[in-house]
């Protein structure tokens, strides 16, 4: 070892770097939902660097985070490797080795990436030393347990609900009409089954239609079904709708046959019927009936719709056609929300006019597909950061560098027992060590060529979505046509380059639009209803849009694919 004059490599005196500990937390939503929080694991450490006199140099948490996801990609673990090449701290402390990783090759890499900087990993809990054959074992055995123990609590979860549902027990939420007994089974609540006799009846008899049936109720004041959860009193949502009325001809409980859709199949078991099966099967073949002859002007089809949400009250704009007294029909989008509730109408959720701000959207997308080296260029910077962040190729030619001295090490070990240097005993306890640092390595080295691999992949995409871009500009007029399959094309281009739409009110109550865009800053400024301040391109929100422009590739690449949203 090269002399450093009692000095580390990072100028720090020897002994001193090594004192002072990093202490990471880490708990997944999961854990929190069971009490083991962040709070847990600091109170201890807290205790176990006391007791041992030991200097604190940083505390890391991640609160929420998987122990899938890689230490590098953490927040803090990120800060964690960063604060570990600076040579901040000699050691990171966890409460136990699964904090670092419940995958053995998030473990490795994240032991693999400290060691690299002279950091070592303790655990406060497990006896391990990686600095000895033995110790590494130890190592090699926790980091395994802990993929171990997360695959087996998913089977055990999974397997739990099966069975569960074979049992007949109720997990979720229940359907209308029935109530969960004292003994976990279904009983009808007869009140709701008199509603949903009728409905069934109405419409197998073949004299009423959907809308017949949705105004009816909603015209009787009849609580729509909303939701019920056991040992709670049913929550009515607001009025009737389609897919309500749809939705209870369509449950196969009320002829008797319970269907849940469980991780191995669906899962079919008997609860007390509330029709005769044969007038249920009538009324989904009148239902399909009205719907195959139902004739009319076919509706109005919203090119924004899914996109535009209300500041008010959060919820989703849909379609909403107005009359005037002559007869004209108005095409606005609006809250469903105030038309379905009484808080939406208590918010004074806005509306907006279909044709101004479907035409407001479409000049802006036309501007960018004529002229979208913007968005390229961006596009070309958020790849470069992502490679600038590590050079993928130097990290695979160092792990490969160490797997051949790593192998070179294990002959030298087997020619050292065949000359009797060593003994059997010896051989074994270093032999699994020198076989379990071979397959690590390889197991990271395969990790990396992943990577390289993704990113010669988003490469391709980028060049891929370049022309794409290119070939719609070229298309444009086409694509303007007013044909369906011209607003499909157009519906596909809305949904990839609009990030979201918002409706509101400024303070003197008029509607105003925010719009942002995948290919434009991220604030890009309110439109007033009938009116658009135009905005530039704001350099401090780059960061910001090079993500948006990331997420723009990845759906263009599967437009590409033929699987487009």
């Not at 991640?62 to 890689?70: L, R």
């Not at 008997?270 to 099966?277: G, L, Q, T």
């Not at 197991?443 to 060049?463: G, R």
Request: charged share 30%.
């Amino acid at each position: 070892m090269p002399s450093t004059n009692g000095h580390d490599g990072h100028g720090d005196p020897v002994g001193e770097r090594q004192d002072r500990v990093a202490v990471y937390l880490r708990v997944s939503s999961d854990e929190q939902r069971s009490r083991e929080t962040i709070k847990t694991q600091s109170v201890f450490l807290e205790n176990y660097v006391s007791l041992y006199s030991l200097e604190v140099a940083g505390v890391y948490s991640d609160d929420g985070v998987s122990g899938t996801v890689p230490l590098r990609e953490r927040p803090a673990g990120k800060r964690l490797l960063e604060d570990a090449k600076a040579g901040k701290f000699g050691t990171v402390l966890v409460y136990r080795l699964d904090r670092i990783g419940r995958t053995l090759l998030g473990v490795i890499d994240a032991h693999d990436r400290l060691a690299g900087a002279d950091v070592a990993l303790k655990s406060a809990t497990e006896p391990m030393d990686t600095a000895t054959p033995a110790g590494r074992l130890i190592f090699q055995m926790f980091a395994s347990f802990g993929e171990y123990e997360r695959a087996s609590i998913v089977e055990r979860s999974r397997d739990g609900l099966q069975r569960a549902f074979k049992d007949g027990k109720q997990l979720g939420c229940i359907p209308y009409g029935y109530d969960i007994d004292e003994h976990g089974k279904f009983v009808v609540v007869e009140d709701e089954a008199a509603i949903i006799r009728r409905i069934i009846a109405d419409v197998a008899s073949g004299g009423a239609t959907l809308y017949a049936v949705i105004k009816s109720l909603n015209d009787e004041g009849i609580p729509s079904p909303g939701h019920k959860y056991r040992g709670r009193p049913r929550k009515h949502g607001g009025r009737w709708g389609r897919s309500t009325v749809r939705g209870i001809i369509h449950q196969a409980a009320y002829s008797g046959t319970h269907v849940v859709n469980a991780h191995d199949g669906p899962v079919e078991r008997s609860v007390p019927a509330i029709v005769e099966p044969e007038l249920q099967q009538k009324a989904q073949a009148q239902l399909a009936e009205n719907k195959r002859y139902s004739g009319g002007k076919p509706g109005r089809k919203y090119l924004l719709r899914g996109l535009i949400s209300c500041e008010a009250c959060g919820g989703a704009f849909v379609g909403d056609p107005a009359k005037s007294s002559n007869g004209r029909r108005y095409n606005y989008y609006g809250c469903w929300k105030k038309k379905a509730s009484s808080e939406g109408r208590a918010a004074g959720c806005p509306r907006v006019g279909a044709e101004w701000i479907e035409d407001l959207v479409w000049t802006d997308i036309r501007g960018f597909l004529e002229k979208p080296g913007e968005v390229l260029e961006r596009v070309r910077k958020s790849l470069e950061s992502e490679s600038e962040g590590e050079n993928l190729e130097e990290r695979r030619a160092d792990l490969t560098r160490r797997l051949k001295a790593t192998q070179v090490e294990k002959n030298r070990l087997i020619k050292a027992y065949s000359q009797e240097i060593i003994d059997d005993e010896e051989l074994e306890v270093q032999l699994v060590d020198l076989r379990n640092r071979i397959e690590n390595l390889k197991m990271l080295i395969s990790a990396v060529e992943a990577d390289l691999a993704h990113e010669v992949e988003t490469q391709q995409v980028a060049a891929s979505t370049e022309a794409w871009l290119m070939t719609l500009r070229d298309r444009l007029e086409e694509i303007e046509e007013d044909t369906e399959g011209a607003w499909q094309q157009r519906r596909e281009i809305v949904t990839l380059l609009v990030e979201r739409i918002t409706v509101g009110r400024d303070a003197d109550g008029r509607v105003t639009v925010s719009v942002t865009y995948r290919f434009a800053p991220s604030e890009s400024g309110a439109f007033m209803y009938g009116e658009r301040d135009s905005t530039e391109f704001n350099p401090d929100h780059a960061d910001e849009e090079g993500e948006l422009a990331a997420v723009f590739v990845r759906e263009v690449a599967d437009v590409l694919a033929g699987n487009a949203p």
